[in-house]
Structure formats: C-alpha cells, structure tokens
C-alpha cells in the first residue's frame, strides 16, 4: 500500500534527476541554460563566487601554514640577504652601505647569477654540471680570440661565445640523455677535458685582452641616470600589471586566491626595493670631485631582462611546465607524453649557454681571459648560489629568481667579509656554511612536503 509520504518522495527523487517539477527547470539541459542565462545577467562565474577571498589575517596564517607545511621557497635567502646587509652596514657603516660599493657588489654577483641561471635548469631535473664554469671560460677564451685575431665586431665574437657554450651543452645533454652516463661523471670529465681546451686556445701562462668597448661596458660602465630612472618605474610597473592581473585572473575563474592586502604589501616592497636602489645608484659615486660617476650598471638591466625572459620561459611556457614533471617524476613524465631525453638534453644546453654568457661578463669586468678563467671555485659559486636562493638539488622545485637572491648573498658574504679585513679562508668557511645550511632547510622542508602530502 502506498502511504502519503511516497508520493512527495517519489517526486523529490524525479526532481533531483531533472524531471519536470514546478519549482525548477525539467530537465538537465534546462538547468543548464538556466544557469548560461544568470551568468550572462550577472558577468560573473557562478563558480567565481565559490572561492570567497580570505581575509588579510587569514591569508597571513595560510601561507605560515604553507611554511610550516614545508613551502619555504627562497624566505631563508631573503631573510639572510637582509640580515647580512644590516650586519655589514653595521660594521662597516662608511664603506659598504655606500653607493659605489653597491655597484660593484651588483657587477661581482653578476656573473655567479647567469651562471647559476642555467644550472637552475640542470637542478631541476635532479642533475648536475660540474664543467658549467670551465665552459664559461673557454667560451669567453674564443670570444677573445676572435676579437684578437680576426677583428670581428662585438655581436659575433659574443655569438661565438654563445655557439661554444651551446655546443659543450649539446655534447653533454647527449651523452647523458642518448647513452644514459650519469650527468657527474660526464660533467667531470668535461670539467677537465675543457680546462685543457682552454690552456690550448691562450697557452700556459698567458692572457689575451679583452678590449671591445661594447663588451667591456657590460661590467664597466653605467645606464644614464635618466634611462636608470625609467628603466625602474616600467619594471615597477610591469610587475605590480603582472601581479594584479594575475589576482583578477583568478578572481574571475573563482580560483584560490591571495588577499588582495598581501598582493599590495608584495607590490609596495618591490616598488619601495626599486627605487631605493636606483636612488642611491644615481649619485655621483666617483672620488674625484671632476668626475662623474654615476648610473646602473649595464649588467643590472641585463640579468633583468634575463630574469623576465628565463621565468616565462618556466613558468608560463609548456616547455617550462615538462621540466617541473621531468625533474619531479621522470616515469610519470614518460608515460604522460612528455620526451625526457628530449627535455633532459635541452637543460644542458640552456645551461651551458648561459654559462657561457657568465664567461663574457667575467671577461668583462676583468677585461681580460686567461686559462683559469672560470675554474678555482667558480663552479661551486654558482651551485652554491642555486641553492641558496631555494632551488631543490633533488630536482622539481625551483626558480630563476631563486639564483637572482642566492647569487647575491654569496656576493654580500665576499663583499662584506673582504672590507672587514678578513682572510680569503674566512669567506670559504661562512660560504661553505651557508650552502649546508641551505641543503639542510632544503631536505627538511621536502620531509615536511612528503610528510603533509600524506
């Protein structure tokens, strides 16, 4: 027998599955449109209005829960950058925090950064390259020998660079993707092997100058004050468009998002970093009352531009996106499509071109090569600098920036130690102590990320 309750059941049931009831459409195509027509009425995504925006407090604790969760990124390089600016200005208060020791700290970091640009690319597949420096160097040996004995112009002499560096890159990506050597005993041996290249090029004791006045002004000479001024305002600019647009982007898709209050406070201390730094790059820094001295140095912009170009590439590209899977899980990457010999043999490459754009800068602000140039601890820097700033060396996390942060760290720990007096062992004892360091929050923070992901 039928009770009175079955037929207000029966018709619950016919409304949930999209029957025809008189409070709604009848069927499921209908809910749809229904639902077409109230977006278009409104100009916002239903689904916008899912992910309400958390208050400033609430997403000041949520990303200290991503820091306790192990999301640490490149925080520890920051702090440390700020601690040891306010250490070294302390101590030294006449020289360091002066405008012309902050150019040429910034021209000294330049090279460490571009170097371990591209060894970001090789860590974050888990890799290494241990002849990154040397190749740097042999590059910059055959950019000189060009100028020298045939008298080319700038662009191909650093074309030439460029070439030799893509070229020891490519020999390495294939060793290490097609016969599968791993990448420390290739690199090794390209380690050595290149340093004898470059004794052969100069020859055991010799130098050859550098003296081309477009590449010498890389490391040597100055962005007129009023392009320093202009350049600083587009990059504030550009970024605070980037970040904004990012936070409306995902607004309007009903995305998880930062409070608006944290983007401004991000934004602002970019802006106020900005300008701070061309403010006191734009006085007069020479000694000599008759001179003027005074500008960004031009490789500033330059590992700008390269920061810009090497993040999208990254970050924003699908090429970007299948290094992240190679270097987080090469099988998984595999079996999605993805050729990891392919992306494996591309790191290299990038790395080592780039290494050889470091050997230009050295050769630049040296003016000179020899057949040491980027040997000693030069390979070690750059590591070092990576690391530092945040990139994982057990592969899949990690930043251009975070090289951009870690290289000027290791610059400040040689700029400061050295206007303290302190010997050559002691920059080697507290860099070595800060790239352990760095290791350490990097093993502990991917425990953590396991640790939580379970």
Not at 319 to 337: C, F, I, K, L, S
Not at 367 to 391: R, Y
């Amino acid at each position: 027998m039928t009770t009175p309750s079955e037929p207000r059941a029966a018709s619950r049931t016919r409304s949930e599955t999209g029957a025809t009831t008189a409070d709604g459409p009848a069927t499921e195509a209908e809910r749809i449109r229904e639902l077409a027509r109230a977006t278009a009425t409104s100009g916002e995504s239903p689904m916008a209005r899912q992910a309400a925006e958390p208050g400033f407090g609430e997403g000041v604790r949520a990303y200290l829960n991503r820091l306790r969760g192990g999301d640490i990124g490149s925080l520890p390089a920051v702090l440390g950058l700020v601690v040891l600016f306010v250490l070294f200005a302390v101590l030294r208060p006449g020289t360091f925090a002066t405008a012309g020791n902050i150019a040429n700290l910034l021209v000294q970091a330049s090279s460490i950064i571009v170097l371990a640009m591209g060894l970001t690319f090789v860590l974050l597949l888990g890799d290494i390259d241990l002849s990154a420096g040397v190749a740097g160097g042999a590059s910059a040996a055959v950019m000189a020998l060009l100028f020298r004995d045939h008298g080319l112009p700038w662009y191909l002499g650093l074309l030439g660079a460029l070439l030799t560096g893509l070229a020891i890159g490519t020999l390495i990506g294939l060793l290490v993707s097609r016969i599968g050597i791993p990448s420390f005993v290739v690199t090794l041996a390209f380690f050595l092997g290149v340093q004898g290249v470059t004794l052969w090029l100069i020859g055991e004791g010799g130098t050859i100058p550098v003296r081309d006045p477009v590449i010498v002004a890389i490391a040597n000479s100055n962005v007129p004050v009023w392009l320093g001024w202009v350049l600083a305002v587009a990059a504030a600019v550009a970024y605070a468009a980037v970040s904004f647009g990012r936070w409306v982007g995902q607004r309007r898709r009903g995305l998880s998002r930062d409070n608006i209050g944290l983007v401004v406070l991000r934004v602002a201390v970019v802006l106020l970093v900005l300008l701070v730094l061309t403010a006191i790059l734009s006085q007069n820094r020479a000694r000599v009352p008759s001179i003027v001295l005074a500008g960004i140095p031009y490789s500033v912009p330059v590992i700008a531009v390269l920061l810009v170009v090497l993040t999208l590439v990254l970050g924003r590209t699908a090429y970007g996106r299948h290094v992240y899977a190679v270097g987080g899980n090469p099988e998984a990457a595999r079996r999605a499509g993805i050729s990891v010999r392919g992306v494996r043999l591309s790191v290299f490459m990038i790395g080592s071109t780039l290494a050889a754009f470091s050997g230009v800068i050295d050769a630049s602000r040296l003016n000179s090569v020899a057949p040491g140039s980027g040997g000693g601890n030069t390979l070690l820097l750059g590591v070092g600098a990576a690391v530092i700033g945040g990139t994982s060396l057990f592969g899949g996390k990690g930043k251009i920036s975070n090289a951009v942060i870690g290289g000027l760290v290791i610059a400040t720990i040689a700029n400061g130690l050295g206007l303290l007096g302190q010997r050559a062992f002691v920059n080697y004892l507290v860099t070595g102590a800060v790239l352990l360091l760095a290791a350490a929050v990097d093993a502990t923070s991917r425990r953590r990320r396991a640790s939580a992901a379970i």
